[in-house]
Every structure is written in structure tokens, then in C-alpha cells.
């Protein structure tokens, strides 16, 4: 059985980093084809897609949020890091991260964590 | 980027009517398309893949067609469950785009 769960801070000052962790179980980051994704949704708004490391070390991320993020795993643990520089208002949203596979057809993200709000305040 | 828009953007709807969404890609996405159905304050699930693909566990009601830049999802029989917002999120190019969403409510 495959989870996913987000975890950290709930409340950013402006111009601060958010570190967002995301711990899951029932599948490896060391298995071939094997991603994990971030997708943010601000309230009240359609989901926005803003990175995914897959088992090679392949990081893609958003373009328009490129600048900003970084994201790392840690095998042993289960868990992959997303980092968010400088962050603003605009930031505040619903953060998820899901499981994304290079095996399947149209590279959907099947699993997903139970999202974790985020406020972006000072 | 490629852009995706879905209509209608809402639509209000009874128990055991069939019901058509559409979304479209900016450019041709091949089969690259999948569906997300979302309640409030939950994660989305994923539906359909490939465009037509049904995801393991989800009611054959569900249904999905297009290629290319036209795509739709079909729910041959709403059920009370299926009041939600449905997106629509191409996995051709990066960044993998959502669409703006349809919400879907009881008449």
C-alpha cells in the first residue's frame, strides 16, 4: 500500500524558506521510473504543478518557479525535501506531494499525500 | 507551456444524468492527458490516465476520450458521490499543467 504524507512549517513570514518534507511508504525512490511530485493549490484555485525528482536524479521543476525551488531525496529515509526561497503571500496554498511513475502510461500522479496549508503571513 | 482549459467551467446537474467535460490542450498532447476528481479539503484522485485509461478502483461510469488537443471525461450516471471538481492535467511537457477545473453540483 502506497502513502504520502507532507510535513512542516504551517506558517512562513515573508521572504523566508519553507522546507516541505514528504515521508511515504510502500514503494522506493531506488526503483526504476519511480518519481515523486509537487503540486500546490492556492485556496480556492486549480492545482498547480511545481516539481518532480524521479530514482535517476532527473529534477524537472516549473519554469516560472525554477529560481525558487529545489528538491532532493533521501533514499534511506523516504523522503523527499522540497525547498521554497523567498517566500510571498502569494505562496499561501495547499501543498501536496504525490507518486509519479516514468513505467506508466501519461506519467499520472496515482498516490497522493493529504496536503499540508501553508501561510505565507507576516 | 502548454495551456489546458476545460469547459464548462461549472455545471449543475441530478442524480443519473449523464455528463460531458471537455478540456483542451494549447498543443497536441498525444495521449499524454489524465483526469484528478477532487472534493473539498481533500487530495485530488487520480481517474483516468493515457486519456482513456480507467484507474484501478474507479467506477466504470467514469469514461475518457481524445487525443491530439481534444480530450473529455465522461460520467455516464451521477452518483451523489461524484458532486466535485474534476481537473484535467497534461503529462506531455514540463511543467505538467492543470486545467482551471469544472465543478460539478447537484441541481
Known amino acids: 500500500q502506497i502513502t504520502l504524507k507532507e510535513s512542516g512549517p504551517t506558517l512562513v513570514k515573508p521572504t523566508q524558506t519553507l522546507t516541505l518534507t514528504c515521508s511515504f511508504s510502500?514503494?522506493?525512490?531506488?526503483?526504476?521510473?519511480?518519481?515523486v511530485g509537487w503540486i500546490r493549490q492556492p485556496p480556492g484555485k486549480a492545482l498547480e504543478w511545481l516539481a518532480v525528482m524521479y530514482w535517476d536524479n532527473d529534477n524537472r521543476y516549473s519554469p516560472s518557479l525554477k529560481t525558487r525551488l529545489t528538491i532532493t531525496k533521501d533514499t534511506s529515509k523516504n523522503q523527499v525535501v522540497l525547498v521554497m526561497t523567498n517566500m510571498d503571500p502569494l505562496d499561501t496554498a495547499t501543498y501536496y506531494c504525490?507518486?509519479?511513475?516514468?513505467?506508466?502510461?501519461?506519467?499520472?500522479?496515482?498516490?497522493w499525500g493529504q496536503g499540508i496549508q501553508v501561510t505565507v503571513s507576516s | 507551456d502548454i495551456q489546458m482549459t476545460q469547459s464548462p467551467s461549472s455545471l449543475s446537474a441530478s442524480v443519473g444524468d449523464r455528463v460531458t467535460i471537455t478540456c483542451r490542450a494549447s498543443?497536441?498532447?498525444?495521449?499524454?492527458l489524465n483526469w484528478y476528481q477532487q472534493k473539498p479539503e481533500k487530495a485530488p484522485r487520480l481517474l483516468i490516465y493515457?486519456?482513456?485509461s480507467l484507474q484501478s478502483g474507479v467506477p466504470p461510469r467514469f469514461s475518457g476520450g481524445g487525443s491530439g488537443t481534444d480530450f473529455t471525461l465522461t460520467i455516464s450516471s451521477l452518483q451523489p458521490e461524484d458532486f466535485a471538481t474534476y481537473y484535467c492535467q497534461q503529462s506531455y511537457s514540463i511543467p505538467f499543467t492543470f486545467g482551471p477545473g469544472t465543478r460539478v453540483d447537484i441541481k
Open positions: 510502500g514503494f522506493s525512490l531506488s526503483a526504476s521510473g519511480v518519481g
Open positions: 504525490a507518486h509519479n511513475s516514468r513505467s506508466a502510461a501519461s506519467l499520472p500522479f496515482d498516490y
Open positions: 498543443l497536441s498532447i498525444s495521449s499524454f
Open positions: 493515457a486519456a482513456s
